[in-house]
Each structure stands twice: as C-alpha cells, then as structure tokens.
C-alpha cells in the first residue's frame, strides 16, 4: 500500500491561541493519525515552537514542516529563518509555493538554493511546481503539483490531469517518490486524487485551517 502524506498549509492565519484551538479540536476527537497516513502541519513559524511542544505531549505522530526556508546559512541576513533554525522544530519545509514565487519573486535559482539548505539539515523539502515543465532540483523526493488556478478557487484540477502530470513528473526525475496534489482539496473531493495510483497525497490549504474540515480530510484521503 503506498503511503499518504496530507499536508496543511496555513500559509499567514493563525495566532497563538487559534493554534491551541485547532489543536485541542483533535485532541477532542481522539484523533490518530490512520495507518499508512504521514499528517504534516505546516504552520507559521512563530507557531512552530509551540505546536511541537504540544503535538510532543499529546499527538506525537502528527509532523510539522516550515511553509519555506532561507536560501542562506546562518549569518547577517535580516529576517530570514535558515534551514539549522526551521530543523530544531520540524522534518518538512515547503519550497516554491506560487505565492512564494509572485509575491516574494523567488527564482528558480533561489528555490535550487533552499533545496540545497534544507537537504543539508536532512530536511525534507515538499518542492511545489505549478505544471510539468517547471524545474525540479536535485535532491528533491516530495513535489506538489499545485496549479494555480486551482489554489484557493473552489475550482480543483481533474484527476484525470493531475494524474497526467504525476506520470510526467515521476518520469522525467526518478529520484521523485511522492507527488502530492493541491488546489482546492476538499473532505468531499479528496480521494478523487488519493485514489489515483500516481498521486501520493494532498496539499491542503484553506480547508487546513479549520480542524473539522482537515480531520474529515486526512478520513477521507
Ligand atoms: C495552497 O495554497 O497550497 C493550496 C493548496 O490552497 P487551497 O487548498 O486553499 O487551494
């Protein structure tokens, strides 16, 4: 059986105490992460370090990742958060979002640079590309296809797409184990992807932010 990663991305939402209300809502419903399932929260990083205390004491299966790591050592550059920083709390860091891209004008060259730090932390990068052609750097294991009409617009890619693109994707960089879909990842459309032989989890973000929702996801996947 191949082995699911659902990851919530919840991009700049949530304060302190949000956070602690999302939690307790799984602790609640007596939530375990389902056999064969890796559940990665990928939240602020301001939140990192509470999440991990909290997740350490009642729900330690659940992983945490960065939403995306310097393309810098340690050192004199102001505002960054580098990948020995973001390993002290996590195993994942997301690289090359599209609101990375448009918004904060990363480059490929930059995000082959944040893929080189955070390998050299031993962690792993979940590498989102918005098509086929987009470049994959070396190294990377996990990608998520994420295109961008599909990001936060209530209209999901096709499965029949999707698959298409995790077959090319898979193809063209053997070092590639995973592909993750996102877009527009519901409770009710989820395992239209997951049930796809090529597609090896989701990438959820609005529907992450609401801990009902996200458990009926990671259910349903
Ligand atoms: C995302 O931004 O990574 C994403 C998948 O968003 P949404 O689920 O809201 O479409």
């Not at 999302?22 to 602790?27: D, K, N, R, S």
């Not at 009409?149 to 797409?161: H, K, S």
Request: net charge negative.
């Amino acid at each position: 059986m191949k082995k699911l990663f659902i990851v919530a991305n919840w991009k700049s939402n949530k304060t302190r105490l949000e956070a602690r209300e999302w939690l307790q809502q799984f602790v609640k419903r007596d939530f375990q992460v389902p056999q064969g399932k890796e559940v990665i929260v990928c939240p602020p990083y301001h939140l990192l370090p509470f999440i991990k205390d909290y997740l350490l004491e009642y729900i330690a299966e659940i992983k945490l990742g960065a939403q995306d790591v310097s393309s810098f050592p340690s050192g004199s550059y102001t505002g960054q958060i580098n990948a020995t920083q973001v390993k002290e709390f996590a195993e994942y860091a997301i690289v090359g979002h599209s609101e990375r891209r448009k918004y904060f004008s990363e480059t490929d060259e930059m995000l082959e640079e944040k893929v080189k730090m955070a390998l050299s932390q031993d962690l792993t990068p979940i590498f989102c590309v918005q098509g086929k052609e987009t470049k994959i750097p070396s190294g990377v294991t996990v990608v998520a296809y994420e295109p961008i009409a599909a990001i936060g617009t209530g209209n999901p890619d096709t499965p029949e797409d999707a698959e298409e693109v995790a077959v090319v994707i898979k193809q063209k960089n053997p070092q590639v184990k995973a592909v993750l879909y996102g877009g527009s990842v519901t409770a009710d459309n989820v395992n239209s992807f997951t049930n796809v032989s090529v597609i090896d989890g989701v990438l959820v973000g609005g529907a992450s932010l609401d801990a009902k929702k996200f458990v009926g996801i990671v259910g349903n996947a």
